[in-house]
C-alpha cells in the first residue's frame, strides 16, 4: 500500500511538472505582442551558439535534420542545381524541406529555419518549372506590369514547392558587356531597371496602405520575400570585370528604388565601390541599408 502511494505521488509530481512546462508563457510565441516585444523576449532568451546559429546559412547538401537541430542553423539554401534528387517533383522539395524543418522546430528554443533559391528566371532549379526569359530579354519589352505578373506566377511556383524565399531580383545595371553576367540585367540604363523593379510586389505582393515602413511583410501564401541583388554596383565594375570596382556616386543606386519598395532582403557584393570594399560591413552595408 505504501509503494502505491509512493508510485501514485512520483506520477502526480511528473504531471504536474509537466503541466507547469506547457504553461509557461513564451512571449516570442504570441502572436498578439508588439513584433518588437516578441524579437526582444526571443533575443534574451538565446544563447551565444543560438545566435551564431540563426545568422548562418548553409547549403541543403551539408544539411540534415540532426544538424538544424545541433547548431541551430537559421537558413539553408539551394544553390544552381542543388535538388533533392534528379527531376525531382515538387512533393520531393515539400518533403525535404520538412524534414529540415523538423530539426530546426526540436530546438530548445524552437526557432523555424528559412529556406531560400535562386529563382531568378522562374523557378529555374526545379524540374518541370515554368521558366521565364532571362532579365536582358525581359528589359526588351520595358513593361513593368509583364515583369509583374511574372514575379507573381513564380512564387506561386516556389511556394508550392514548400519555399518561402527566393534571391530575386537580379538589379544590376550592366554598363559594359564585358561583364560576363549581363545577361542578368534588365538593361544598361538604371531608369529601365529601376522601372522593372515592379517585379517585386509581383514576388511579394503589393504593400498595404497602412503599410509600416521597416516591418518584414510578404502578403500570404501564394508570395515569397524578395532579395535585391547585388548591392551595390553591381555590374558596372571597372573595365566590365567580375567582383572589381565600381565608380558611381550615391545618385547612381539603382538599388535605392528597390529597397524603397521594401525587399525583405538584400543580398551584398563582393566588389568595391569608389575602392571601398562593399561586402567588409562598411558605409555600404551598415549606414546606407
Keep these: ?17 509537466a503541466w507547469t512546462g506547457e504553461a509557461e508563457y513564451l512571449k516570442y510565441k504570441d502572436p498578439k505582442q508588439p513584433l518588437g516585444a516578441r524579437i526582444k523576449d526571443l533575443m534574451r532568451r538565446m544563447t551565444l551558439a543560438e545566435k551564431i546559429g540563426q545568422m548562418t546559412q548553409i547549403e541543403r547538401k551539408v544539411a540534415s535534420a540532426q544538424v538544424m537541430k545541433d547548431y541551430f542553423i537559421g537558413s539553408l539554401l539551394s544553390g544552381g542545381g542543388s535538388v533533392p534528387a534528379p527531376q525531382a517533383p515538387a512533393e520531393a522539395w515539400v518533403n525535404m524541406i520538412n524534414d529540415f524543418q523538423k530539426g530546426s522546430l526540436s530546438t530548445r528554443l524552437g526557432i523555424p529555419m528559412i529556406y531560400g533559391i535562386d529563382a531568378v528566371h522562374g523557378h529555374n532549379n526545379v524540374y518541370g518549372a515554368t521558366i521565364f526569359p532571362h532579365n536582358v530579354g525581359l528589359g526588351a519589352t520595358r513593361d513593368p506590369n509583364l515583369v509583374k505578373r511574372i514575379g507573381a506566377a513564380t512564387a506561386l511556383e516556389v511556394r508550392a514547392t514548400g519555399i518561402p524565399y527566393a534571391f530575386a531580383p537580379c538589379i544590376a545595371v550592366c554598363r559594359d558587356p564585358r561583364w560576363g553576367r549581363c545577361y542578368e540585367s534588365y538593361s544598361e540604363d538604371h531608369t529601365v531597371v529601376q522601372a522593372l523593379t515592379e517585379i517585386i510586389p509581383g514576388l511579394q505582393g503589393d504593400l498595404p496602405k497602412n503599410y509600416r515602413k521597416s516591418v518584414p511583410y510578404v502578403a500570404g501564401k501564394d508570395k515569397v520575400a524578395a532579395c535585391a541583388k547585388h548591392f551595390v554596383g553591381d555590374g558596372g565594375t571597372h573595365g566590365g570585370i567580375n567582383e572589381n570596382n565600381t565608380i558611381i556616386n550615391s545618385r547612381g543606386y539603382s ?4 529597397l524603397l519598395t521594401i525587399t525583405q532582403s ?3 557584393s563582393q566588389l568595391s565601390w569608389s575602392l571601398t570594399r562593399v561586402g567588409m560591413g562598411g558605409k555600404c552595408t551598415q549606414t546606407v541599408i
Design 1 to 17: 500500500m505504501g509503494f502505491s502511494r509512493v508510485v501514485l505521488l512520483g506520477l502526480l509530481l511528473l504531471l504536474s511538472y
Design 255 to 258: 538599388a535605392f528604388t528597390c
Design 266 to 268: 538584400q543580398r551584398v
